[in-house]
């Protein structure tokens, strides 16, 4: 008896319909559309953007930080400057200004000869180098790069003032230029060249002005206004204040005076934290007054009052200075830093 083998039946196809296929048809032509109209649209731009990034890193790097910097915003949009470059520059000039401040003007001269090829004809790179030659005894270096920031177009004024001033101390002929402010007071001539905040390059605080005007009988009383740098956070702990008056004795020798000093802040608090000036009070009593605490009082007869010094230091280095007469800072210098208090 032969039996039969069965098996299981296939699964049935199912047929495609003519719908489904021309469906699927015009779908797959659409796409095809839509991605063409998105490669028409976006390929200009993307042609260009690689046009414009090519010609930017053709530039010399100078070129891109310059034009950057003198065409404004718009030119911000074009072509933004080498991020690597920007940093070296800044990390050169920073380095310089702490070089300058610690007496090694070679070394500060030698890192802005670096930062002015990179950016050339820049004011604040120019004037540091300037002050650096006047440093080194250099004066008619100094009053050519000082004649070159006056001929830079649109340069701020409180820059070219400082730069008109310099060049006329060396002997040289200054475009006339109006006086801006308070920045320059005093009795200062020689005081060094500052940015375009008027402080010293590469410091936090600066004196702003000083004041010196008669008080009650026998005294002065001398107003001292600071500044800090905008946006930067004063550690008011750090910040120290130095006041000396001097005085003239009988033989004519100048010293440090006897007479009792008393200082106040009259702008409490005291942290610069709108960035406005915070402004201190110096009382001190002339030494031939008679007053309780004059130098005649304690046993100095004779003296006369010889001027004045101020530092104002930060984290230990000394920022700023202003003296009155000019004369005085050179034969009472400050320390460019404070010793460090004993732990």
Partial sequence: MTSATQSTPPIPRQPIG??????????????????????????PKLQQQVVESATVASMPP?????????????????????PALKLRINTLVAESDGLYRVGDFDGALKGLDEADGLLPNDPGILLRKARALESLQQPADAAALYSQV???????SELRAQASKKLAQLGGVAAAAPK???????????????????????????IVSTNLRDGSTGMKSLRIAIKSRPNVNIDTREMKLHVFFYEKDESGDV????????SQ???PP??????????????????????PGSAASNGSPGRTFAGYIVGVYYNGELQDTRAEPGPLAKKFPLPLYLKQDPQ
């Fill in 255 to 262: 010293q440090l005076t006897e007479s009792k000093v008393v």
């Fill in 18 to 43: 003519a719908t489904f296929v021309v469906a699927i048809s015009v779908l797959g032509f659409f796409l095809i559309i839509q991605f063409l109209a998105v490669a028409w649209f976006f390929l």
């Fill in 180 to 206: 801006t402010g308070n920045a320059l007071v005093a009795d200062e001539a020689g005081t060094d060249v500052r940015d375009e905040i008027g402080l010293q390059p590469g410091s936090n605080l600066g």
């Fill in 265 to 267: 802040w009259i702008s």
């Fill in 62 to 82: 100078a070129t891109q930080l310059s034009e950057t910097q003198s065409a404004g915003p718009a030119a911000t949009d074009r072509a933004q400057p080498d």
């Fill in 270 to 291: 005291v942290n610069w934290a709108d960035n406005e000036p915070e402004v201190l009070d110096v009382n001190y009593i002339l030494p031939d007054s008679d007053l």
């Fill in 150 to 156: 006056l001929a830079i177009d649109a340069l701020p």
